[in-house]
Nanobody, 123 residues
Framework: VQLQASGGGLVQAGGSLRLSCAAS????????MAWFRQTPGKEREIVAA????????TYADSVKGRFTISRDNSKGTVNLQMDSLKPEDTAVYYC?????????????????WGQGTLVTVSS
């Protein structure tokens, strides 16, 4: 399974970015997908997850109301729309494919990882 994340960059606080993850459609269309993020010295943390059909989502409390995860199984893509960005959102963002079909916030539930894309939010 290959996951290719893109869309990171530098943005001012209050701005928006849209991350995309291109997945191998045949192998991930039945899998839950998620975005995690990590900053130096800290553990990787869940940002958002979406079930295989896209009918169930879950978000970290810190991003609720600001970020939206979505997927298009016909295209093999998972997106993360990030609005009202804050400096504390600065991190490397990773997309991940789950071992199962339903959302999970546990890192152990995800078997495949993309290479990460850096998001920097300036104050």
């Amino acid at each position: 399974v290959q996951l290719q994340a893109s869309g990171g960059g530098l943005v001012q606080a209050g701005g928006s970015l849209r991350l995309s993850c291109a997945a191998s459609k045949r192998t991930t269309s039945n899998n839950a997908m998620a975005w995690f993020r990590q900053t130096p010295g800290k553990e990787r943390e869940i940002v958002a997850a979406i079930s295989w059909r896209g009918d169930s989502t879950t978000y970290a409390d810190s991003v609720k109301g600001r970020f939206t995860i979505s997927r298009d199984n016909s295209k093999g893509t998972v997106n993360l729309q990030m609005d009202s960005l804050k400096p504390e959102d600065t991190a490397v963002y990773y997309c991940a494919a789950g071992r199962g079909s339903f959302t999970s916030t546990r890192i152990e539930s995800y078997a495949y990882w993309g290479q990460g894309t850096l998001v920097t939010v300036s104050s």
